[in-house]
Nanobody
Framework: EVQLQASGGGLVQAGGSLRLSCTIS????????IGWFRQAPGKEREGVSY????????VYVDSVKGRFTISSDNAKNAVYLQMNNLEPEDTAVYYC???????????????????WGEGTLVTVSS
């Protein structure tokens, strides 16, 4: 069974940076596309960025374009989310997720995810 472990959350001031890590085990690394989702208090869980280690495809939602960078390290079975110029609106619990394709996560949102990791809390103070 695929297991994902997210880490790297914390408290940061607006304008600061954090890097989230997601380690994947239990499958061949490029069997799945990996997505970062977040859920703020009182809001639905939303996708933020996605990467397909198999072909290098990357997608960002508009709200994070130019500020967040997703990357993968096949040797370490890991996916990273570098978050720069953080805003209070980025405050949320961040989850990494695995699905067969990026499209399934974009079109079906949380329903398109096959495996979830535990979340890591990101708090951005103003």
């Amino acid at each position: 069974e695929v297991q994902l472990q997210a880490s790297g959350g914390g408290l940061v001031q607006a304008g600061g940076s954090l890097r989230l890590s997601c380690t994947i085990s239990g499958s061949t690394f490029d069997d799945y596309a990996i997505g970062w989702f977040r859920q703020a208090p009182g809001k639905e869980r939303e996708g933020v960025s996605y990467i397909s280690p198999r072909d290098g495809s990357i997608v960002y939602v508009d709200s994070v374009k130019g500020r967040f960078t997703i990357s993968s390290d096949n040797a370490k079975n890991a996916v990273y989310l570098q978050m720069n110029n953080l805003e209070p609106e980025d405050t949320a619990v961040y989850y990494c997720a695995a699905a067969i394709t990026i499209a399934s996560m974009i079109l079906d949102k949380s329903d398109g995810v096959d495996y979830w990791g535990e979340g890591t809390l990101v708090t951005v103070s103003s």
